[in-house]
């Protein structure tokens, strides 16, 4: 009978031209243990149902289908996280933006109130609620329903109290929000004439979370620096996920709207995919 093990994996997805080198092995390991819950290094004489489960698998990430919506979760600063189509696959420079707000204010005396904008699976306001604790108090956004559900369902597995809120910013803005000490967003920044690649990889994410309306791709960053500056706190300050292509023209809508002290910091690969005003 066949033996089954992360290395026979590997070799199949090099095989099938699915992935090769460094992230064939990646890949391999979350299937064997993320999809099919195995142990890293056994070996299994695997019956035929879950055989026909390895390739139906392989199928599926032939077509570009992302390994963490078949696993049906992901991990997010050391949490696990259920994701679906319905939200998009946090990325390890959102995890680089949950932190440096973390060390910005690890060792303040206020009591937070923080505003996440586009929350998708609530992976930013759950993270920030588990680090913060009782220090912050948390709010979370987003117009899609189906991601409203999605974040509830991993606030309630992860034992976190976010208050998540059906709310179209694009048209209500802050209205109705309050005020807030940080305000954080990763909103839908892709350029809809960005190379066929990169839409190609995001094919099987959700066209809400990615694109903005309409023909300005800056209108998220444009409708955060005019009106954020009403409801953050004196000392208070936004940080946001931004498109390393368009950076400099990011800044410079904050600078427009007299935001102070605003900073821009590169990623862990060295391109710039955050930034920080002041209020």
């Not at 910013?169 to 940080?182: V, Y």
Request: proline residues 4%.
């Amino acid at each position: 009978m066949d033996i089954w093990n992360l290395s026979r994996i590997q070799d199949l997805l090099v095989q099938k031209g699915i992935a090769k080198d460094r992230e064939a092995a990646d890949l391999a390991g979350w299937v064997w243990e993320e999809c099919l819950g195995m142990e890293k290094w056994t070996s299994h004489t695997l019956d035929p149902h879950v055989e026909h489960r390895i390739n139906s698998i392989l199928d599926r990430l032939q077509t570009g289908e992302p390994v963490q919506y078949i696993a049906g979760h992901t991990w997010f600063y050391g949490l696990k996280f259920k994701v679906t189509p319905a939200v998009l696959i946090p990325r390890p420079e959102t995890e680089e933006l949950v932190e440096w707000i973390y060390l910005d204010w690890k060792h303040t005396e206020r009591n937070l109130r923080i505003l996440d904008i586009g929350t998708g699976s609530g992976c930013i306001a759950i993270t920030l609620k588990s680090l913060f604790r009782d220090k912050a108090s948390l709010m979370a956004i987003d117009i899609s329903t189906e991601a409203l559900t999605i974040a509830v369902e991993n606030a309630r597995r992860l034992s976190q109290e976010v208050r998540f809120k059906e709310h179209d910013f694009l048209n209500e803005a802050f209205e109705a929000l309050g005020q807030f000490d940080i305000i954080v967003s990763n909103p839908p920044y892709v350029d809809q004439n960005t190379s066929a690649s990169i839409l190609d990889a995001l094919k099987h994410e959700p066209v809400i979370a990615l694109f903005p309306k309409g023909e300005d791709v800056n209108i998220f960053y444009k409708k955060i620096a005019k009106e954020g500056k009403g409801i953050v706190q004196p000392g208070g300050a936004i940080y946001v996920e931004i498109n390393e292509f368009n950076a400099q023209e990011i800044k410079e809508i904050f600078n427009h709207e007299l935001w102070k002290e605003i900073d821009i910091r590169d990623d862990l690969q060295g391109s710039p995919r955050m930034l920080k005003a002041q209020g």
